[in-house]
């Protein structure tokens, strides 16, 4: 059973750092790309950055430069650095991956909130 599980989500201030974390397992980690997606209260799910097997990386604007994605592939870990946080940062966290002999997968989610 394919499994994500997010974690490091909490309360912090405008400008301060935090670093999420996503726990794989149930499928051949090394081989697929994981992503981080989030979703504010009333906005729609929105992609903020993505890893490949391979390692490259891809940001949405409004995060380059602040937020830098990371995998660890002996222990099936995928991290997001979340640095100079904003209020506007504020969402819940997922983690995301698709395996194409078994489908689309996400994580519960993992609450960040930034206080100004």
């Known amino acids: 059973e394919v499994q994500l599980v997010e974690s490091g989500g909490g309360l912090v201030q405008a400008g301060g750092s935090l670093r999420l974390s996503c726990a794989a397992s149930?499928?051949?980690?090394?081989?697929?790309?994981i992503s981080w997606f989030r979703q504010a209260p009333v906005k729609q799910r929105e992609l903020v950055a993505r890893i490949g097997s391979g390692g490259s990386t891809n940001y949405a604007d409004s995060v380059k430069g602040r937020f830098t994605i990371s995998r660890d592939n002996a222990k099936n870990l995928v991290f997001l650095k979340l640095n100079s946080l904003k209020p506007e940062d504020t969402a819940v966290y997922y983690c995301?991956?698709?395996?194409?002999?078994?489908?689309?997968?996400w994580g519960q989610g993992t609450q960040v909130t930034v206080s100004s």
């Open positions: 149930g499928f051949t980690f090394d081989d697929y790309a």
């Open positions: 995301n991956t698709m395996v194409p002999s078994l489908g689309v997968y």
